[in-house]
């Protein structure tokens, strides 16, 4: 099971960045995809999520209205596309993977997701 990251990099304030979270191992179809990011000396914050079946997006209040979560059709990609971005959204960018209760609260803690990706750098300079 493996969750690879990418699309990271450096970037000015108000550009935009489309992030990949390609799984592989097993299928994903009926998981929580998520987005976390760690900034240096902060801790891990949930960013986004998807439900895999449904295709249901849930945004932080940070990014709703800047960030796009999606999948592509076989379900084996999922895409993190941020927009307008600010000096604050950079981070190291992790995706993973969970079957999450039910409740925006389960949703946010990284606890509920059982396998991670390596994390993909995004700087933003302003």
């Known amino acids: 099971v493996q969750l690879q990251a990418s699309g990271g990099g450096l970037v000015q304030a108000g550009d935009s960045l489309r992030l990949s979270c390609a799984t592989s191992?097993?299928?994903?179809?009926?998981?929580?995809v998520g987005w976390f990011r760690q900034a240096p000396g902060r801790e891990r914050e949930f960013v986004a999520a998807l439900r895999m079946s449904g295709g249901v997006a849930h945004y932080a209040a940070s990014v709703e209205g800047r960030f796009s979560i999606s999948r592509d059709g076989a379900k084996s990609t999922v895409y993190l596309q941020m927009n307008s971005l600010k000096a604050e959204d950079t981070a190291v960018y992790f995706c993973?993977?969970?079957?999450?209760?039910?409740?925006?609260?389960?949703?946010?803690?990284?606890?509920?997701?059982?396998?991670w990706g390596q994390g993909t750098e995004v700087t933003v300079s302003s």
């Open positions: 191992g097993r299928s994903f179809s009926s998981y929580v």
């Open positions: 993973a993977a969970g079957t999450p209760p039910v409740g925006r609260t389960w949703l946010q803690r990284s606890s509920s997701y059982d396998y």
